[in-house]
């Protein structure tokens, strides 16, 4: 393909473009960073381009005089290739449109101009390299599918521009033997077979050069870059390509086209059905190895191709699953122990000394209980609460002790082993110098107009915005965020109020004599009506909150222009979570540490708002009302999540298979086939974190109230990795691989009365024994919180956060490394200087070499 020099836009006056794509993206032509040709130039010179090159403009929307357009193929019967219909050049990324002149519409204009704007991209993308090829769709002949092929030269120049590491020569470390070697004989039957998914070759990687090619691993130029590689470079251009000017304002990115609607996708290639292997005997048949042997429903119990995984998805998705699977390994730890505590408390519920009291007769039967609300509420027995403290006993007992304190550690043992794991993955996929290598987003480059000195190089470099504007910017994100907060706080207060109300409703409809015959008599008391009603609308509102707030959140870190993605996402994060932690956590903090305890004594109660009385927990606590807080919330959220992750997408795409030609989806493209798929969405991964953090706050927080909580999340994520992986393997189309170091943002993240009874001088004030268990408390608080300390601070310093065989191979690499890149170069430098002596020696010999006349 001839290669241009320069890009081709459109440009016409502001007046006459109703900038329907938005201003995302827009910056004067003077000042925004450009992409070059990559075939004509070194990188080096492609680096200093894309800062310093200014590019021309052509006409108005009529000029067509420098564009570019692809070919269109008819669809070569192949449903399973992933290559143009020449056989030989792959398809990198493919770019769907709906064509404007097919289009059952009124608005020729606006067609027109999408159309031409779409034409000067896609000329753009050809001057840069790229090549393209066009093909209709055999099911809707207003849709095209537009594949993108990188050639060798292109990927070299980017590859280098990217700082992508790529292979040296073979691993020559031995793998570290593992503690469970000598139990192979059980341990096999969990691991994936590996002659089915055979583990990848390792490599001693440096970031490309293309003035050292001849030093790096290359057998074969169609499988040095593989295909994850060459599509998280192909979006790389895509990203940076122009398409248009505007009164000396241009705009770019293939996610702003997407956004505005003048392509309907963008996306790379799965490499073949999921449920069957490919025809084309070269495809390495990825997809559908993840789906039996990860995805299927029968390799539940087996562990994850992590390596695999990584290769198809990218390192972003794997640390993902690694840090998931890592989790609920150590999750079978925590519910063994939380399993064994429960049974503890349930066997030993009758030998409680306070259900005894309560239960008995002469004891709880004789005492004579105050009213719970002021008119409609009478005096009862405490015996009424007899099965109610019962239940309490099985959550309040010596074992939910012990449980608390072993949850201490083991949340220090799981975050002090996760950061050697990760170090591990960190060494083996390459991402030990990642911040190195991340580019920054277009949204950030786009909005670079103020020119400033850097402090460290003294070099001018062009920022979005001052200091004064950035600092404007954060207060206004943060009152943002402040105020949403506040929402929830009300939220909580009006939670409160429905309590305070309907109690006193449900105290004078319910009955007020047991029948013992009656088992719902039995169980439904006005505090357990009240608690699960104001629970299940807690929930409501909660998920409400939410919904409303992930898309203000977006809003508010769009207006922040984070630089990096990773910075994007570690703000988003920062933000989301803030708020759900408030959202999903303050009804249960109240019920733990409010509810009950500004209650007032007889004859002196505390009112809300001069009207309400507050209310009361039941006479043994309210820890059975925030065991049943939880189990509403954690089980209506597991619930709301599966159905919003898999229903709703396996529906979708139902719907679009029947929309489709009966038996046509079978030789379809395989470009047709993904495209019915559904998409991921811009922040993948980010709400299967954000679930995970708030599973992972459930069961750490307020374990002591449910020690079941382990196991339930246990249950629920070998479940969640598997249907995560259901999903990324047979719902979604392929993302595009992202590299990733960690997993960002997400890892730096009860009671009795004692007063004096009446007739005493100061009847119902607190005696001399609520003094003494305070004081009990505090020192148990302070004894227990420096002894947790001390055994998390102990473990902290012996796990070191590399293990000494990872540190030993970083060093190896980068010795090995350095030495080939030494070796080479000394060979080049001995080679040059060998010629040059060769050549003196000759010309001192011809000088010297006595002439014959």
């Known amino acids: 393909m001839q290669m241009m020099t320069r890009d081709v836009l459109l440009e016409r006056e502001l007046e006459d473009d109703d900038d329907e794509d938005g201003d995302i993206g827009d910056v ?213 390509v122009n398409y248009q000017v505007v009164n000396n304002v241009k705009k770019f990115g293939i996610n702003r086209l997407v956004s505005s609607g003048i392509y309907k996708a963008a996306f790379p290639l799965h490499d073949c059905n999921f449920s069957r292997q490919s025809e084309d005997l070269s495809c390495p048949n990825e997809r559908y190895l993840l789906y039996r042997e990860w995805a299927h429903p029968r390799s539940i119990y087996k562990k994850q191709p992590l390596d695999l995984i990584r290769k198809y998805y990218g390192e972003k998705i794997g640390i993902y699953f690694a840090w998931l699977g890592y989790y609920t390994q150590m999750l079978l730890l925590a519910a063994v122990v939380g399993v064994a505590c429960f049974l503890y408390g349930y066997f030993n519920q009758n030998n409680c000394t306070w259900s005894k009291e309560v239960c008995d007769p002469n004891i709880g039967g004789k005492i004579i209980m105050c009213p719970q609300c002021d008119k409609l509420c009478s005096f009862w027995n405490l015996s009424i609460t007899c099965e109610s403290s019962k239940k309490l006993c099985i959550f309040d007992s010596f074992g939910t002790l012990v449980f608390a304190v072993f949850m201490g550690v083991w949340v220090t043992l799981f975050l002090e082993f996760w950061k050697r794991r990760q170090a591990e993955l960190e060494y083996e996929w390459d991402t030990v110098e990642l911040q190195q290598e991340e580019q920054a987003r277009p949204e950030y480059e786009a909005q670079c107009t103020h020119v400033v000195i850097n402090e460290i190089t003294q070099e001018e470099e062009r920022v979005p915005f001052t200091t004064w504007g950035k600092c404007i910017r954060i207060t206004l994100c943060a009152s943002a965020v402040f105020f949403w907060i506040l929402l929830i706080i009300a939220s909580v207060i009006g939670i409160i109020v429905y309590r305070l109300s309907v109690f006193i409703v449900f105290s004078a409809k319910l009955p007020k004599n047991l029948n013992g015959t009656d088992p719902i008599q039995k169980y439904l008391t006005p505090q357990t009506a009240t608690s699960i009603t104001a629970s299940l609308i807690s929930f409501i509102i909660i998920m409400i909150l939410n919904t409303i707030y992930e898309k203000v959140a977006i809003v508010i870190t769009n207006f922040e222009l984070p630089r990096t993605q990773t910075d994007y996402e570690n703000s988003l994060t920062m933000k989301m979570f803030l708020f759900q932690f408030v959202n999903y956590y303050s009804s249960c903090f109240y019920i733990a540490f409010f509810k009950g305890k500004f209650v007032g004594y007889p004859g002196d109660p505390v009112y809300w708002l001069g009207k309400y009385r507050n209310e009361e927990c039941d006479p043994g606590g309210c820890l059975l009302e925030l065991t049943t807080q939880l189990t509403i919330i954690m089980g209506g959220k597991a619930i709301w999540n599966n159905i919003q992750e898999v229903l709703l997408p396996w529906i979708m795409n139902l719907i679009g298979r029947c929309r489709t030609v009966s038996g046509a989806e079978m030789r379809t493209p395989r470009w047709e086939q993904d495209y019915h798929l559904q998409p991921m969405g811009k922040l993948g991964l980010f709400y299967e974190y954000l679930e995970m953090i708030i599973q992972f706050g459930f069961v ?123 070796e080479n170069h000394l060979k080049d430098m001995t080679k040059n200087i060998g010629v040059i002596v060769e050549k003196m020696v000759e010309v001192v010999d011809n000088n010297l070499r006595p002439k014959v006349d």
């Open 700 to 822: 750490t927080l307020f374990v002591a109230s449910f020690p079941l909580a382990p196991l339930l999340a246990l249950v629920n994520n070998i479940l969640e990795i598997r249907v995560d992986a259901w999903k990324l393997t047979t719902q979604y189309r392929r993302m595009v691989p992202e590299k990733a170091q960690d997993i960002g943002a997400w890892q730096p993240i009860m009671y009795r009365d004692f007063r004096n009874p009446p007739g005493h001088p100061q009847e119902y004030k607190h005696n001399i024994y609520y003094w003494h268990v305070i004081a009990a408390k505090l020192a148990f608080i302070i004894v227990m919180e420096h002894v947790i300390y001390s055994v998390k601070f102990i473990i902290s310093y012996t796990i070191p956060d590399v293990s000494k065989s990872t540190k030993s191979k970083i060093k190896r690499e980068k010795y090995l490394t350095q030495k080939l890149l030494r």
């Open 28 to 240: 004067p032509a003077s000042k925004r960073p450009l992409m070059a040709p990559p075939t004509l130039l070194p990188s080096s010179l492609v680096l200093e381009n894309l800062e310093q090159r200014s590019v021309s403009g052509f006409g108005t929307l009529g000029s067509q005089q420098d564009f570019q357009t692809p070919e269109f193929e008819e669809f070569n019967g192949k449903p399973d290739s992933l290559f143009f219909n020449d056989g030989q050049r792959r398809i990198d990324f493919v770019l769907v449109y709906e064509d404007e002149r097919r289009k059952e519409t009124n608005k020729k204009g606006s067609n027109e101009k999408q159309r031409r704007k779409r034409q000067a991209y896609e000329s753009n993308l050809m001057c840069d390299g790229l090549q393209l090829e066009a093909t209709r769709s055999l099911l809707d002949d207003k849709l095209v599918f537009v594949k993108v092929h990188a050639p060798w030269e292109v990927l070299c120049t980017y590859a280098e521009i990217m700082h992508i590491k790529l292979p040296l020569k073979p691993n020559d470390l031995k793998t570290r033997s593992s503690a469970f070697d000598n139990f192979n004989w059980f341990t096999k039957v969990l691991q994936v077979d590996e002659s089915i998914i055979k583990p990848e070759q390792e490599f001693f990687t440096a970031p490309f050069e293309k003035n050292r090619m001849n030093d790096f691993y290359i057998q074969d130029r169609d499988t040095f870059f593989n295909p994850a590689t060459r599509s998280r470079i192909v979006y790389f251009i895509l990203s940076r």
